[in-house]
């Protein structure tokens, strides 16, 4: 027994020498710096670009008493770098505390960027850091994005990872801008049959914004007056094999995000023509969509046919007009109006993306997956060179749940 | 030849440490012979042998007795027997006592009587509170029993509390342990053994099983493992757990020890074996499982869905005792980004301040933790109160006011804390809290990685320790037959059978229908 | 009820099963897979399973001939001593090669995804120590750890694909025969590897409560873990498409990617926690089962002391490789391809021989004495 006391003495202090030299990747936690915004831009030099950084400060906000902290919530860092693996590198150069992107919320590209061809291989390196997490969501700046983030200065958030956050989710559930999340990006790029809408936004406001109907605007063109931040997050960049090629504005972003089934649109408020009134009154309704679209095609022949079905359930809530909205007859008129406007947009939508960006701007081909049997009958059928002639029907289920609360007259006064 | 040399070597070092003694084979002599019926030398032998009148509360009472006219002396120790008993019973009866003849049986009206020869046996009698009366001329002396022990009465329990159901705990009589037993279980079969171990001090063993559930081997490896002890004195049942146990060194233990009748009567019925003993408040039930241990009596007395939730209660609450502080280390120093940004930006924020690593504050903050811990256990009931308040102060607040600690590692050890006072067995309680320690050190050694390389092995570990043969988590794994009450508790209707692991004679508790 | 010292009932052994072979669908088992039979790779599972049918029923049958011997001693006896030492050594060698593999690929997964400055030879050493730990104790003990996890690894699995479902689509398995049929076919065939483990069960007959369990266990396993490959591997299409194919490790990229609510955005901790028991309890069961192999080849008895040294040994070979990307593209495709077709061919020629040596009619003649 002697033996096995000392082969265990030994293993003992194989084990306290590792210990010593040990936790290899054990941080502390206020050792980091959190970045929670990243912004890529091309940069003068020829295959670098420039990386912009925004750091969360954590001592603000955090304590409940307030720790009394006079620091900034944030710092914002702008570099030339390689690509931005080396840049957190190269940031600590500036920055206190070892980089980290844990807490990456979004990544914001320069619409210049975005429409250069080597943006792409650039972007790919995304993957190969452990630490970005693909539920990270992607932005198409009109400007720079070192000035974006630098002119976005939140008023009622403090800590920028909460204003991302809440902007993105409310921005998604309206239906504005598209889920444009890394992995949707990777998952679009590999499939190839389709294009990525990434969301678009700016913190520079239109020299002389037009005002036009209320979903038609795209980032920057709304003019918001006020003490506020300038920052806008409406409408999409359309994004072809990785490069942009052009931009929705926001209501055809929301169409097409009622056309595809992935997103998770929360209801949504619309400004619909009234039938009702002569002079270009438009009521409000709130579309909610509780079941997913019906999608059938013909696939056989010269011009493949695509038939569409939208079930929307519509709640009427404004009545410029002031009908009375329990006779049948009025009923019937606002649901024929609903579904002829809506899909007339569609249609009209549909047709741009065919003629202009030649290709869908969501996952429409997955529909098509299931009417061929192996993956060399649907190479062959090639998606993407049929659906730039296919014949697209758009037919809307429209089923009016409510009506709205006032439905008499108000009386005049004096009559 | 290695062998040859090393041996001997060996045998040199280890040697056992050789003491001058004096001899005592005077006294065990004198002690393997009978009595004589001579009067004078049986007074003599014993007043030597107990070292009267030196020993004051030995007493001796010479008397004749009136029918027989034959002088008599019983010899006792006061301060242990009920003298009003050895009055009436013995001391009336054979003093005022007229009929000539008469077998000392007969005349004497003591509840139990016995005799024997052996002086080493009747020395032993006397000093277990039996009083011996000797007669000229018999050859055997008569023992009566009149044992009265003084000792507290039966009161609440302390350390097992519970809501629902019997708080009477054993107290140190042993009389009152096996009638508090007995009252319970109202059958013929239910034994109660007595042995004695230990030499010097003479403690004695109950054994208490019910014969016709108990497996006979294992009841025999029982007496075979007490039989086997040889030592001076054990003075209380949880030395005599020590003895009994497989592994002593482990960190688990594998005989349950408990205060409450009403849990050693459940698992009496089972078919386990329950061990008492003069002196100590407690029994022992063998063999014991992890799950014996870690139930409690609540479970069953409350309505099935409140004792199962209390169960699941009492699991989470294991987790969270040995886990918290753990997987706090590990989470904020190796997997950063598992927290909320929000609560990770709070913990950074607070922590930016604190001049230690997150390491060294849990462990700071957990010593501290056990100190307070074990100096609650022991204050003074007045100033009690004030202490907890002090330490909670001072502990919570002001370290966190100096900038000592981090004021989420507060609340970590709270609960972790507190949840593992929800486990009422005291060593499972220890056994927790000491692997917590480990835990510790293995998360920060390579974050939830090393937890989960700690925490295989220990179930390893776990699952090979045996309780006489009755692995420790059976019956769950190795599969028995048994009433299912593992993580949750049934009806009471649906709990048939006995556990299998035990091989009872009778395994069906209820038939169906 | 008296549990006979040293054995493992069906449950434990089924526990065993389910976590060493279902435990394939987290690693690079399902991407390797997906190269040549896209998006109807989860049908291949079930396809391997029907042709894994025969040689295991045949295999089975022959074991029932000799009930309490393991798969070596039959080999050994009907193959005689020279053949079947020889054949015995191969598989053994075999197993070597694949465990050394295996393990460096779990290894390989904890260091890329979890802890990335950790020098790759602790991580690897710490795994192995825990296994040869493990192992030592027996195949009681671990049938029994084994049985005490089995429950929570399953249900936390199966929440993980649940929580994958919300942002998968479902018409990314079309269309529905991929690359065509006969193609599927010739990868199920090229597949076998993927239940080869359950030959290796044979070797542990003798530890099993009673043959009846034995057999019924491995039924009910080939069925369940055909299943439970099947749904994984419909679950990883119908999340990343297309992009399985570059993406090394699916379950691991899922479970970084996937969220409850946004309260807690980043879960993948409680899923590593499971996955990594059921990883431990897989290699542990493997190093018993290859020191098992190594003490029937070399007659040695107790086996259990040589665990360590092992152990040893696949650490060593599993340092080998100097990336991930040799292993996974070159030495795993050649190491699966041997694999298969190797004990199909041991399984068939078993039961040839025994059928041709009248072991079966011997059987009757027993029987019916």
Not at chain 2, 45 to 51: A, E, N
Not at chain 2, 357 to 369: G, N
Request: glycine share 6%; aromatic share 12%; with cysteine.
């Amino acid at each position: 027994m002697k033996k096995k006391e000392a082969v265990c003495r030994l293993l003992l202090f194989f084990v306290i020498v590792c210990l010593l030299t040990g936790c290899w990747d054990r941080q502390e936690i206020e050792d980091k710096a959190y970045v929670i915004g990243l912004g890529l831009d091309r940069s003068k030099d020829e295959g670098k670009i420039k990386v912009t950084m925004l750091l969360a400060n954590p001592e603000v906000g955090s304590m409940q008493g307030g720790g009394g902290s006079t620091e900034k919530p944030r710092e914002i860092v702008s570099f030339d770098a390689n690509d931005f693996i080396a840049a957190k590198a190269t940031g600590n150069s500036v920055i206190s505390r070892d980089i980290s992107y844990e807490l990456l919320k979004i990544i914001v590209v320069s619409e210049e960027y975005a429409k250069d061809k080597e943006f792409i291989r650039k972007f790919y390196d995304i993957l190969k850091d452990k630490d970005i997490r693909l539920d990270c969501h992607l932005a198409i700046s009109k400007e720079k994005a070192s000035e974006y983030f630098i002119n976005n200065q939140p008023k009622m958030e403090t800590r920028p990872h909460k204003y991302f956050q809440f902007m993105i989710n409310h921005g998604i559930e309206n239906g504005f801008i598209p889920d444009s999340t890394l992995f949707r990006f990777f998952k679009t790029l590999e499939r190839g049959t389709d294009f990525f809408l990434a969301m678009y936004t700016t913190a520079a406001m239109e020299k002389n914004p037009q005002i036009k109907s209320e979903d038609e605007y795209m980032a920057g063109q709304l003019d918001a007056t006020g003490e506020l931040d300038a920052t806008q997050f409406i409408g999409s960049a359309v994004f072809r094999n990785g490069m942009m090629i052009d931009k929705l504005t926001g209501q055809e972003t929301r169409n097409i995000n009622i056309l595809d089934d992935s997103t998770n649109i929360h209801d949504i408020l619309v400004d619909i023509p009234d039938p009702f009134s002569d002079d270009q009154l438009q009521f409000a309704a709130r579309v909610m969509k509780t079941e997913s679209n019906k999608v059938e095609m013909d696939l056989k022949g010269q011009r493949p046919k695509i038939f569409i079905t939208i079930p929307l359930k519509i709640e009427i809530i404004s009545n410029p007009s002031m009908v009375n909205y329990t006779e049948k007859k009025n009923q019937q008129i606002v649901k024929k109006q609903i579904a002829a406007h809506i899909k007339t947009l569609n249609e009209k939508l549909l047709k741009k993306t065919q003629t202009k960006f030649k290709g869908v701007p969501y996952p429409l081909s997955m529909y098509a997956r299931k009417y061929f049997g192996t993956i060399q009958e649907y190479k062959k059928f090639n998606w993407g060179k049929s659906y730039q002639k296919a014949d697209i029907h758009v037919k809307v289920d429209v089923e009016i749940v409510d009506y709205g609360k006032r439905i008499k007259k108000p009386r005049t006064v004096g009559a | 030849m290695k062998k040859k040399v090393l041996k001997p070597l060996f045998k040199k070092l280890n040697a056992e440490p050789q003491f001058s003694e004096e001899s005592n084979t005077q006294d065990i002599e004198l002690k393997k012979q009978d009595i004589s019926s001579n009067y004078d030398q049986n007074l003599a032998t014993f007043k030597s042998i107990f070292s009267i009148p030196k020993n004051i509360d030995i007493k001796v009472r010479e008397f004749i007795i009136g029918s027989l006219d034959r002088r008599a002396f019983i010899i006792f120790i006061s301060t242990m027997v009920d003298a009003q008993s050895i009055q009436e019973g013995i001391m009336e009866k054979l003093i005022g006592n007229d009929q000539p003849s008469g077998k000392i049986q007969n005349i004497t009206s003591s509840p139990s009587e016995r005799t024997a020869t052996n002086i080493g046996e009747i020395t032993e009698f006397i000093t277990g509170g039996v009083t011996a009366l000797f007669v000229d001329g018999d050859t055997q002396c008569y023992l009566f029993e009149t044992t009265k022990i003084t000792g507290r009465s039966i009161e609440k329990s302390d350390n097992e509390v519970i809501v629902k159901g019997a708080k009477e705990a054993f107290n140190e009589k042993v009389i009152d342990n096996i009638a508090l037993i007995r009252k319970k279980i109202r059958n013929e079969n239910l034994i109660v053994e007595a042995k004695v171990i230990s030499k010097r001090s003479r403690n004695d063993v109950f054994l208490v099983y019910e014969k016709d559930l108990v497996n006979d081997e294992l009841l025999q490896t029982i007496k075979d493992k007490i039989a086997s002890i040889q030592t001076d004195r054990i003075l209380d049942l949880s030395i005599l757990e020590q003895y009994l146990e497989e592994r002593p060194r482990s960190l688990f233990p594998s005989i349950l020890y408990t205060e409450r009748p009403d849990r050693a009567t459940s698992f009496i019925e089972e078919g386990h074996i329950v061990l008492l003993m003069t002196n100590s408040p407690s029994c022992l039930v063998l063999p014991a499982t992890f799950w014996s241990m870690f139930h409690s009596p609540e479970d069953h007395y409350l309505r099935t869905p409140y004792g199962n939730f209390i169960r699941f209660l009492r699991f989470q609450a294991l987790f969270v005792a040995m886990f918290a502080s753990p997987l706090y280390i590990a989470i904020t120093n190796y997997h950063v980004g598992m927290i909320p940004p929000d609560l990770l930006m709070a913990i950074a924020g607070t922590r930016e301040r604190v001049p230690f690593p997150s390491t060294v504050e849990i462990l700071m903050m957990e010593i501290a933790f056990e100190l307070i811990r074990e100096a609650g256990l022991r204050v003074p009931t007045p100033i009690g109160p004030t202490i907890g308040i002090v330490g909670a102060l001072i502990l919570g607040q002001a370290a966190v006011q100096a900038n000592i600690i981090s004021p989420i590692v507060i609340i970590v050890i709270a609960l972790s804390g507190l949840s593992s006072f929800i486990i009422s067995d005291v060593s499972m309680n220890f056994a927790i809290r000491i692997t917590r320690f480990l835990f510790i050190f293995v998360a920060a050694f390579m974050g939830i990685y090393g937890a989960i390389a700690l925490f295989v092995p220990g179930l390893f570990y776990l699952v090979s320790l045996k309780s006489f043969g009755i692995p420790y988590f059976a019956p769950m794994t190795p599969h028995f037959i048994s009433s299912k009450d593992l993580i949750i508790r049934h009806v009471p209707m649906k709990e048939r059978f006995r556990p299998g692991y035990l091989n009872p004679k009778d395994t069906v508790k209820q038939r169906k229908g | 009820m008296k549990q006979q010292p040293g054995k493992i009932g069906i449950r434990e052994y089924l526990s065993i099963a389910i976590l060493m072979v279902g435990s394939k669908v987290t690693e690079d088992t399902p991407t390797a897979l997906f190269q040549k039979a896209q998006n109807a790779a989860w049908m291949i599972p079930i396809i391997t399973a029907a042709f894994t049918f025969i040689p295991l029923f045949l295999l089975i049958k022959t074991m029932s001939l000799y009930q309490n011997k393991n798969l070596f001693s039959v080999i050994q006896k009907l193959l005689g001593k020279y053949l079947g030492f020889f054949v015995c050594l191969l598989i053994f060698i075999i197993n070597v090669f694949s465990i050394s593999f295996d393990s460096r690929t779990y290894t390989t997964i904890i260091r890329t995804f979890y802890f990335n400055r950790t020098p790759i030879v602790i991580i690897y050493a710490i795994l192995m120590g825990v296994c040869a730990y493990g192992a030592k104790k027996g195949i009681q003990h671990i049938g029994s750890v084994a049985y005490l996890i089995i429950y929570y690894a399953v249900l936390l699995l199966y929440l993980a694909f649940v929580l994958c479902t919300q942002d998968s689509s479902i018409q990314s398995l079309f269309p529905i025969w991929g690359p065509g049929k006969l193609e599927l076919l010739k990868q199920s065939s090229l597949n076998l590897s993927l239940f080869s483990e359950f030959f290796l069960f044979a070797l542990i007959i003798p530890s099993i409560a009673s043959y009846k369990d034995f057999r019924k266990g491995t039924w009910i396993a080939l069925v369940y873990i055909s299943i439970q490959l099947s749904v994984g591997i419909i679950i990883f299409i119908c999340l990343f498409d297309a992009s399985l194919k570059g993406i090394g490790y699916p379950f691991h990229t899922a479970i970084r990617f996937i969220s409850i609510g946004t309260f807690f955005p980043n879960i993948e901790i409680l899923f590593f926690v499971i996955w990594l028991m059921a990883a431990l309890i897989r290699f542990t069961a493997f190093l018993y089962i290859n020191a098992l192999m190594f003490g029937q080849l070399f007659k040695i008895k107790n086996f259990e002391f040589l665990i360590p040294a092992l152990a040893t040994i696949y650490l060593l070979i599993g340092s080998i490789p100097e990336s991930p990307y040799d292993l996974s593209l070159q030495l795993k495709p050649i190491l699966r391809s041997v694999i298969g077709p190797t004990f199909l061919v041991v399984s068939i020629t078993l039961w040839l021989v025994a059928l041709l040596k009248g072991e079966f009619k011997h059987e009757k003649k027993r029987g019916s004495m």
